[in-house]
């Protein structure tokens, strides 16, 4: 499953793609996701809950994460696992962060754009194939909307407390794609 997308958010892009390296900061804006560690090669631990139907799915599993501060760009290598009729994910992202042209100076924005492949394997394959580019696009709105509110913060000491559980994601994209 191949994805593409946009996003806006308030700041400059050195200033954006900082705080995107704060991966900790970042995953709280991922509804559905948290960090758990680290492993001895850096790559962050964690796990993603979102539900399919009404099968709610742990992913536990593990993060790469590349950052390249100076273009303001970055690539994040995710895989996971369930023990759901054997469940698992990998996901390739790459994004890069640009100035938005037509902010208004005194209040600069940034646009991300990203490209994403996900590779679903097990019961979630055929989800792939007819739902997953809807919960991508959903996921995408709703962590652009949280990553908003957290960067409004300024000092990252906020939570994203308004983050939008998963499992209310996935009904939303089913919803979207019945009407």
């Known amino acids: 499953m191949q994805f593409e997308g946009a996003f806006r958010v308030p700041g ?6 900082a705080k995107f390296a704060d991966v900790e900061r970042m995953a709280r804006c991922m509804p559905g996701a948290s960090i758990e560690g680290r492993d001895e090669e850096g790559n962050y631990l964690g796990a993603m809950t ?15 994460c590349q950052f390249d501060l100076v273009h303001c760009s970055g690539i994040l290598r995710g895989r996971g696992a369930a023990d759901l009729r054997a469940a698992r994910i ?7 962060v640009s100035l938005d042209t037509e902010a208004d100076p005194g209040a600069p924005y940034s646009i991300v754009s990203l490209t994403s492949e996900a590779d679903l394997q097990g019961v979630l394959a055929d989800f792939a194939r007819t739902g997953g580019a809807a919960v991508g696009n959903i996921l995408m709105e709703d962590f652009a909307k949280n990553l ?6 300024g000092d990252g000491s906020g939570d994203a407390s308004e983050a939008i559980p998963a499992h209310k994601i996935v009904w939303r994209a089913i919803k979207a794609k019945l009407t």
């Open 12 to 17: 400059r892009p050195e200033e954006v793609i």
């Open 50 to 64: 979102v539900a399919f139907g009404p099968k709610r799915i742990r992913f536990r599993g593990k993060m790469a």
């Open 90 to 96: 990998e996901v390739r992202t790459a994004f890069k």
């Open 148 to 153: 908003a509110a957290e960067f409004s913060q």
